[in-house]
């Protein structure tokens, strides 16, 4: 397997996991009929190997292909023979023949297609694996994977039959939507006619909501993504957490029944329902004893074997709370959330920005301070001018001036601005609506778009009571609305807009929302589907994030199905965090 | 009753034939067949007919003639013929005539007799000259092979994807084989020859000696061989009247028959019997005829599907019939109507009395948004026929934008090309039109039509980031874009070995951002430069590595090697703000281990960030005693955490006891351990209960 490793995207997908589950597809076709011997990793080095024929797994990427040219390159320059196959995945850009051409080598290579568009990582989340989406789409206006995102659509609407609702909000979520339509005209697929398995489908773009994203995770399968990072599902816990000298790789999915029960609490719960449960295991062992020959023959051959899995998952997710609880119970992590918290709420900006500076002056984190100066910049509309300077300034000063581009990027997605000095804000708005409802501007790309994006977060927040009103303890073990994943302080606005638009079962309504979030919200209605409420089908919600979702999003609108009984699948283009979009944007040296 | 019987004749003695003539052939021939190249398309195609073709003198009165009738002799069409010397005539499965040169030129024609195209059989026929020539079907499609002058045999298996194979030689063959076939096993294509009394297979590779099994030993020289439609069975006829019949891979022997004549026949083939559906040999002399067989196996010929049905009618241009048969039929309309109305269009593009803009017109008004229709596919055969303009007006008439661009492309229109790609949505497409555009136009004209198309523009600069970094450097110094033209220079500094370079890159980058009123990206790269420099300076002052390093780093590199001038200095040169400073002066100085140099620090001026830092950095180096004599100087608001963190419970519980803070005191005595903190927490409980009661 072998996909490109750049250090300015973030990571590539696993490489075990994507080989495990790729076995019974490609792998196993290629190790069982052409008797592969061994398996690389494109990386930097050239893989020395005697083999006489090379086969490469790749992204289309560019980059990749110079890699791949100078191996066939260095090849013939050495007078060695070889068969070199590429295969795309999920599919071959014309771009990537090109730069083989340029480099001489297009004649030497064959290339096939893997069209690889949907991994399912659990029972309620589709990932297409595709982190340099975001990257690609918000930063560089890159279009191409919105095919990809629009084939992933038809895939899934052939399997369950057709979408009755479509709600969508975000230019990229739009036209995703129509090239998906244009592609089910142009194929008349048979998944019309169907009985509907997918009410709704809502589709949101990530520059909708940064917010939520940028805010440290605190729901249990959040937090091990931000402390130990899941990749395709799975973790690989160390040895602080094994307490033995070896890494322990872990599928976390529903599966996993000790997981299961604790991925979507908040994490001060976590611990005593571990310590609940572990007595519960030690009660069950115990009943062993007063058993006799025949009870006992029967407790070994049915109930022992899953309780000792239990048990040693048990063990290990309590390795994985205490190790998360070193990290995070410090003072510096109290003081974090607590900043946080600040920044959303909007209090005490000059207290939190002084912590920041702190922060970046005590050389914490380089990631954690990129992310506290965009939440601040993008919590207060951009920074005003004298600490957007200084701020940067010190950021240089800690972690080196290559960090301009970084800064230059983030300015280009809009998660870390300036406010622009002289010019109200409302002129700014409509200059930018002015320039998103226009059609025709809808078709040019959006480089532009970001420069001229306000991200109105407090607007938002008080159109839409993100900040719940505090009366008394948040009591986060039986939480009252979504926000307990972010310990009561905050819903996060991804998930209250798709709440607010089902319940309205449209924008009506949210206009006012929709103008701060700069529009491009739809919502169609399939005529051909019978609009049955009595189907099971309406309960359920496809939610679409292109450039990726967090965890925290997916408890939140978990426990929002629970309580509206529906239930949400998601489909996203990669897990992400605070972590894995600043990484995105880093422009490391070369 | 015996006239229902009067006609029918024994053969044999199970089998009875009669003989009735179908329908009269409509032709008119004068010349005796005998005289004429013959070829006759299967499944009752047409014929075609090439008179006066061995030319004994060239008189133009005697000019050969190409004539092609229906299954019943009707003219279809027929031209003089003025190309070369022909060998061989043969149909393709679709109804093209295959035209075989003795120069090894096969011309292609349709059965209008108009050219199609033309192909070489290769420079080996060329020079030794076709003597004997085959068509053959195969799942490939149609082939041919050509024995030449040499005697060597040359094949094509399929003359739409040509690939021209020389078989290999047969040994000691110095004249022609008395008689020759094309095979086709196993999906490889085979030649069996026979030269007197041996027979000899040619694949690819090898020619082998083969014997049919059951063969009689006095059977004699072969004269001559039948190979059934479909490959399976072959017959031979030998000097002796002998024929076998057998399998065609030679493996089995079906019978075995002597016949009185032993003259080589004109013509001998396998056919199916009616009804019995036995396979049969039919053995034709001058005035003889013979059929041997009895078989039982049972063959199964595919049958003319109603696809091909309709693909004649359409070949012959009678498209209201076909229609009107989709329709009696209840064809689906992609499978029918579409269909025939597309290839009527791709006809009616070809009729040159017409103007594009009735052509046009005519086929949409009749196409209109049939499903199924491809107007692109249209459009390329419109420009195949040289109507460029046409085929620009039918493509606008195609709702798929990306069906447009490749035929756009192939026409040269480019720039109308990448609007449709962009439209299309389709980024690959978009690519595929700007890297088509960047080697037609010059440079200049290429840049300015990116210009006007974002999507575009932005698509190329990602290529050209990762293959041609210079061009990027190009785009950018078009739009005096200094912005970016600064940050590509920041981003070459990196690439750049020697600091000399480097410093020249940011130079250049440091103009830019002056150019695009970035002060603070200036003043950044002004900053980088200057650092640079003074790294330079440390490294070879200190002979380590201060390169790369953040301005942090290099400042704390230079504390930690108790450099503490330089250090002072680039503090003052770089205005590193104090609250920095002296975060990362006392962390430096504590990994150093210098408590003195530290508590020097602590006493220069008043701290910026408290005394706390200078407890916590002591005790995370576990150094108490050093941690105790600046708790004191802590602010009052922090004096509790500052004691307890050097394990002072008694000075913190006073402390929190002197600001009557109730949190304070319950952090200290949650600190408080039984055994050795009684009196302090006793303290501190009293003082709790006082405070309570007020």
Redesign the interface.
Known sequence: MAFAGRRDVPEPPDFGILKRLARDQLIYLLEQQHEVDKLYKVDSRPALSTSDQFCFLVRPR??TM?YIADIVNADKMSGRSRKYKIIFSP?K???CE??LE?EGVFGDVTCDEWSFYLLPLDEDIISMELPEFFRDYFL?????W??SVARALQLLNSLYGPFGKAYGIGRCAK?SY??WR?LEE?S?SDGQGRKPEIGNIFLMDRDMDYVTALCSQVVYEGLVDDTFRIKCGSVDFGPDVTSSDKSIKVLLNAQDKVFSQIRNEHFSSVFGFLSQKSRNLQAQYDRRRGMDIKQMKNFVSQELKGLKQEHRLLSLHIGACESIMKKKTKQDFQEMIKAEHSLLEGVDVRESTSFI??HI???VSPIESLRLMCLLSITENGLIPKDY?SL???Y???????H??TF?NLKRVGLLTEQAAGETLTAVESKVSKLVTDRAAG???D?FNSLARKSNFRAISKKLGLIPRVDGEYDLKMPRDMAYVFSGAYIPLSCKIIEQVLERRGWLGLEEVVRLLNGNEFSVSDSTVEDNPTWESQRVILAVFLGGCTFSEIAALRFLGKERGCKFIFLTTAITNSARMMEAMI?A?? | MDCYTANWNPLGEEAFYRRFELYTMEWSLKEDLRDCLVAAAPYGGPIALMKNNVRKEKSPSTRPLLEIYSASGLLLASIPWKSGQLVQLGWTASEDLLCIQDDGTVLIYNLFCEFKRHFSMGNEVLQNHVLEAKVFHTEYGTGVAILTGAHRFSLATNIDDLKLRRMPEVPGLQKPPSCWAVLSQDRVTIVLLAVGQELYLLDNTSCSVVTPPGMSPSAGAYLHMAVSFNYRCLALFTDTGYIWMGLATLKEKFCEFTSSVRSPPKQMVWCLRPRSRQRAVVVAWDRQLMVVGNSTECIQYKRLTIEVLLDRLVLRRLYPLAIRICEYLRLSEIQGVSRILAHWACYKVQQKDKSDEEVAHAINQKLGDTPGISYSEIAARAYDCGRTELAIKLLEYEPRSGEQVPLLLKMKRSKLALGKAIESGDTDLVYTVVLHLKNELNRGTFFMTLQNQPVALSLYRQFCKHQERETLKDLYNQDDNHQELGNFHVHSSYSEKRIEGRVGALQNALDEYYKAKNEFAAKATEDQIKLLRLQRHLQEDFDKPYLDLSLHDTVSNLILDGHHKRAEQLYREFKIPDKRYWWLKISALANRGDWEELEKFSKSKKSPIGYLPFVEISVKHHNRYEAKKYAPRVTPEQRVKAFVLVGDLDQAADAAIEHKNETEMNFVLSKCTASTDAAVAEKLNRARAQLLKK
């Not at chain 1, 560089?140 to 191409?144: I, L, N, P």
């Not at chain 1, 240089?396 to 290559?402: A, K, R």
């Open positions: 560019i980059k110079r599919q850009f014309y771009a090109m730069v340029e560089e206006g890159d279009h191409r919105i095919n036209m129509e090239l244009d142009e008349e500076e702190e002056d005590r050389q300077r940067k300034t010190q240089l000063q800690s972690y080196g001036p290559e301009l581009l230059h078709k040019i790309t480089a422009e040296k070369a």
